[in-house]
C-alpha cells in the first residue's frame, strides 16, 4: 500500500467532449450505413399470432422487414442471463418466437436506407394478438412470490444472512421500530441511448460499436447467440454516454442489429429510442421493505429484521442482496434478513446505480431515524455509537472503516450543532418550514481481476491496455493521474486503451469496482515497467524519463504485462475472465472485509402554502479509501447527489396493472431533477488509503455516492414537518 497522494487532475478528455470531437456508437453515419427500427408488441402478455408487415414492406427505402417468422432469426440462440452463467440481461430473446413476455418487447425489425424510412415503416407494421392475464404490481392477488434462500440462485452469495437470534433480541428490546417502506420501479435513462452498429466483415468477422460497459461479456454473448467462435466478433465500446447498469450486459437489440447486417451485407445501425428503452433493458425493480430494529436505552442497537420483496420478470429470478447492505451498516449482533421475488410481466429488472443499497438505506436510515426521535438522541450521535470495526455478518475485521469521522466533519461542515431536535422548530426567513436531515451509507468493495499491458516509447508515450469502461465516470483520467504520477511522466502524455475486445479482457465495469480494479493493475504494471527500466539502465540516474532511458539504450518502445486478480481469488479466475463472465471478489475476502462509506447531510425548505420541497444544501463526505482522481471524484458524489434527490423527490416509472408496460416513458413524464432544483452540493474525502484491499489504497465510490440521500432527505421532511414518509417518490400531495 501506497502513501501517494493525488493533484487535482482536469477530466483529460473534458476538452474533447464538450467539443462533441467525442465518438459515440450512433455517431456513426458512414454513407453505405443502413438504419433498423423496431416494432413492439401492445399487449402486456401472450402471443402474437399474424405479424402483418405488407405495408411496412411497401414503404419505400425499405431493404428489409423481420418478424420471428423469418429463417434468417431461426439460428438464434439466447445468451443466458447474467446472473446465470450467461451474457444477456435476461434469459430471454424477443423475436425467437410468437411468445410476448411483456408490452414493449419487439416484434419486428425494419432496415432502411433512412432512419426516417424505417420509424415510418415501424408504425405500418400491424399485429394480432392472444393476449394472457398480466400482474405487473408487487401486490397483484395471486403473485408467485419465490424465496431467494429456497431459490436455485447460487448460495452463499444469495442466501439469507442472519447473525445471532434476531427474532428473540428484538423481542426483548426495550425500544423498538417497525415500518414499512416502499420504492418504485425506476429506469436509468442515461442520455447516450442504447445503440448499436453491427457490420460484417469480408473475412467473416463480426464488428460491433456499441456503448457498454462490458465489451468482454457482449463478445461472448453474440458469438453464443449466432453460433460463432468469440474470436470471429470484436466489440469496441471505448466511450459510454452515462449507463449506470442500463447497460451492464447484451442488450437485446444487438443481435437483431448483426442478423440484420448479415442478410443486407452493409453496416447497419439501430438506436432504440428512449421511449422502447424502458422495455429493452434493465431498470430499478419497485420493492418493499419490512424493517425491524431493536435498541437498548442507551442508544445499542441490538436486533435487525429486514424483510425484502423485490419485483422479478417471469423469466428469470433477479437475485437481490438489501439486507446484505443494512445488516452490515452498524455494529449489530442479531440481524436476520429475508429476500424475495415477485414475478411480474416485465422485461427482468437489474442493476441502476447503488441497485439494493439506495433503497435498503432508504429503510434502515429512516428507521435509524425513527429511532433517534424515540430515544431523543441525536441522529449523529445514535449513529456513531454503534460503529464497528467489524464486520458483523462474518466476524472479520473491515479493513478500513471511516464512517464516524465521516459523520464528524460532515456534522461540523453543515453546521449539525445548530439544529433544534423538535420537528417543525426550524423556519427560514420567507417562512418556509426548515429540515435537517442526516444518513449513512455504504457500498461493497468488490474488485474484479484484470490483466494489464503497459508500453512506454522512446518518443514518450505511454499506452495502458487494461480491462476497464469509461462511462463518464473518469476512469481514463483516473489511469492518467495514477501512471503518471509513478512513472513521473506528463499526465497528458498517458493513453488508457480500454473499452476494445481486441486488447486485454473487457470484463464487467460496475459496481463501483472499475477504479479499484483498472488503477491496481495499471500501477502494478508501472512498478514492473520501473524495474525493466532500472534493468536496461545500468546507470541508474533517478532523474531519467522511460524515455530517455529508452533512447539510450537505442529502444523504441517496452512492454510489460501483468495479470492481478482479488485476494482469494484462484488462478481459474482468469479463465473467467477471459471468457467474459463475472469474475468479482468481495466485500469478504479471506482476511477482511470492505465497504466504502459516506455521511449525508441535507437541509430542505418546505413552502407553508404549496409544500413543495426544495433541497438548498447537502454536505457529503465519503470514505471511498484513496482518490486517485479528486476532481472526478467529486464529480461523482455530487451526480450521485442529485440522482438522490431525483431518486427520492421526483422519479418513478408508472405502470398501469391493466396494461402492463411502463407509461412515462419519456424525459418528459419521467421527471428527473433540473440545474434549477439543485442547490449547494459540498463534497469532501476522507482520503485515508485502505490498507488492504488493494496496492492504492482505493475502494469503491460511484455508487455509495447516492446512497443515503434518501432516507437524509426524508429524514430532514420529518424534521421539518413531523410527517415521517415512508413510501419513495415522496410529492406534494404527501405533504398537503
Ligand atoms: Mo452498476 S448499477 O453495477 O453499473
Redesign the pocket.
Known amino acids: 500500500m501506497s502513501d501517494t497522494t493525488y493533484p487535482d487532475t482536469p477530466r483529460i478528455d473534458a476538452r474533447d467532449k464538450v467539443r462533441g470531437a467525442t465518438r459515440y456508437a450512433a455517431d456513426d453515419a458512414r454513407a453505405d450505413m443502413l438504419h433498423a427500427t423496431l416494432a413492439i408488441a401492445t399487449i402486456g402478455r401472450g402471443r402474437v399470432d399474424h405479424v402483418d408487415t405488407r405495408a411496412a414492406r411497401a414503404t419505400p427505402g425499405v431493404r428489409l422487414v423481420l418478424t420471428h417468422d423469418d429463417a434468417d432469426l431461426a439460428g438464434l440462440k439466447t445468451a443466458g442471463f447474467v446472473m446465470g452463467g450467461g451474457y444477456a440481461f435476461q434469459n430471454f430473446q424477443p423475436m425467437l418466437s410468437p411468445e410476448i413476455a411483456y408490452r414493449g418487447q419487439p416484434i419486428a425489425l425494419i432496415v432502411a436506407e433512412t432512419l426516417e424510412a424505417a420509424t415510418e415503416a415501424a408504425a405500418l407494421v400491424g399485429a394480432t394478438y392472444t393476449p394472457a392475464p398480466i400482474q405487473v404490481s408487487l401486490d397483484a392477488p395471486a403473485a408467485d412470490i419465490v424465496a431467494q434462500a429456497d431459490s436455485p440462485l447460487p448460495k452463499p452469495m444469495f442466501a439469507d444472512v442472519t447473525a445471532g437470534d434476531a427474532d428473540a433480541a428484538f423481542a426483548d428490546a426495550p425500544l423498538t421500530i417497525d415500518a414499512a417502506y416502499t420504492g418504485p420501479p425506476q429506469h436509468q435513462n442515461p442520455m447516450e441511448l442504447l445503440a448499436t452498429v453491427a457490420e460484417w466483415g469480408d473475412d467473416g468477422m463480426l464488428l460491433i460499436h456499441e456503448g457498454t460497459?462490458n465489451a468482454e461479456g457482449v463478445r461472448q454473448g453474440l458469438a453464443r447467440q449466432l453460433g460463432l467462435t468469440p474470436d470471429k466478433v470484436r466489440v469496441i465500446s471505448p466511450y459510454v454516454g452515462g449507463?449506470?447498469?442500463q447497460k451492464?450486459s447484451l442488450q437485446m437489440q444487438t443481435a437483431l442489429a448483426a442478423v440484420a447486417a448479415r442478410c443486407v451485407k452493409r453496416p447497419v445501425k439501430l438506436v432504440v429510442p428512449r421511449a422502447q428503452g424502458f422495455h429493452d433493458a434493465s431498470f430499478r425493480p419497485a420493492s418493499r421493505h419490512r424493517m425491524r430494529l431493536g435498541a437498548e436505552h442507551n442508544g445499542r442497537m441490538v436486533a435487525l429484521i429486514h424483510e425484502a420483496d423485490s419485483q422479478t420478470s417471469r423469466h428469470d429470478l433477479f437475485p437481490t442482496q438489501y439486507a446484505s447492505l443494512t445488516a452490515r451498516l452498524y455494529d449489530i449482533k442479531n440481524v436476520r434478513g429475508r429476500e424475495r421475488l415477485v414475478r411480474t410481466d416485465v422485461q427482468t429488472p437489474g442493476?441502476?446505480?447503488?441497485?439494493f443499497e439506495h433503497i435498503a438505506a432508504f429503510a434502515l436510515e429512516s428507521a435509524v431515524d425513527e429511532l433517534a426521535y424515540e430515544l431523543d438522541m441525536d441522529p449523529v450521535a445514535l449513529r456513531t455509537a454503534n460503529d464497528t470495526t467489524t464486520d458483523p455478518i462474518s466476524t472479520r475485521p473491515l479493513s478500513s472503516r471511516h464512517l464516524a469521522e465521516c459523520l464528524r466533519r460532515g456534522a461540523e461542515r453543515f453546521g449539525w450543532p445548530r439544529r433544534h431536535m423538535a420537528p417543525g422548530s426550524m423556519r427560514a426567513d420567507d417562512g418556509s418550514l426548515v429540515g435537517w436531515g442526516v444518513a449513512s451509507g455504504a457500498y461493497p468493495g468488490s474488485t474484479a481481476p484484470a490483466i494489464a499491458r503497459l508500453r512506454v516509447t522512446d518518443t514518450g508515450g505511454v499506452f495502458i491496455d487494461v480491462g476497464v469502461h469509461e462511462m463518464g465516470q473518469g476512469v481514463r483520467t483516473a489511469l492518467a493521474a495514477a501512471l503518471a504520477a509513478r512513472l513521473r511522466v506528463p499526465v497528458e502524455s498517458v493513453i488508457a486503451e480500454i473499452g476494445d475486445t481486441r486488447g486485454t479482457p473487457q470484463h464487467l465495469?460496475?459496481?463501483?469496482w472499475g477504479t479499484a480494479t483498472a488503477v491496481p493493475a495499471a500501477v502494478e504494471a508501472a512498478e514492473a515497467m520501473l524495474d525493466a527500466l532500472r534493468r536496461l539502465d545500468p546507470v541508474g540516474a533517478p532523474e531519467r524519463s522511460p524515455a530517455q532511458i529508452l533512447r539510450a539504450a537505442g529502444r523504441a518502445s517496452l512492454d510489460v504485462e501483468i495479470w492481478r486478480k482479488a485476494q482469494g481469488q484462484p488462478d481459474a479466475i482468469f479463465g473467467q475472465l477471459t471468457q467474459g463472465l463475472v469474475a468479482v471478489a468481495g466485500p469478504e475476502y479471506p482476511e477482511f472485509v470492505t465497504f466504502s462509506y459516506i455521511a449525508h447531510f441535507v437541509e430542505v425548505h418546505i413552502e407553508p402554502g404549496t409544500r413543495r420541497v426544495r433541497v438548498p444544501r447537502v454536505v457529503s463526505v465519503a470514505d471511498c479509501g484513496r482518490v486517485v482522481s479528486p476532481r472526478t471524484a467529486r464529480s461523482q458524489v455530487a451526480g450521485g447527489v442529485v440522482w438522490g434527490i431525483g431518486a427520492t423527490l421526483r422519479e418513478i416509472s408508472e405502470v398501469d396493472a391493466r396494461f402492463g408496460g411502463f407509461l412515462n416513458a419519456d424525459l418528459a413524464d419521467y421527471v428527473v431533477p433540473v440545474n434549477a432544483d439543485i442547490g449547494s452540493i459540498e463534497v469532501d474525502f476522507i482520503d485515508e488509503p485502505d490498507p488492504l484491499l488493494n496496492s492504492v489504497g482505493v475502494k469503491t465510490l460511484?455508487?455509495v455516492a447516492m446512497v443515503g440521500v434518501a432516507p437524509a432527505i426524508a429524514n430532514a421532511i420529518y424534521h421539518a414537518t413531523g410527517r415521517r414518509l415512508r413510501d419513495l417518490p415522496i410529492r406534494i400531495e404527501h405533504l398537503l
Open positions: 460497459q449507463s449506470f447498469g451492464n442493476y441502476m446505480r447503488a441497485p465495469t460496475a459496481g463501483a460511484g455508487e
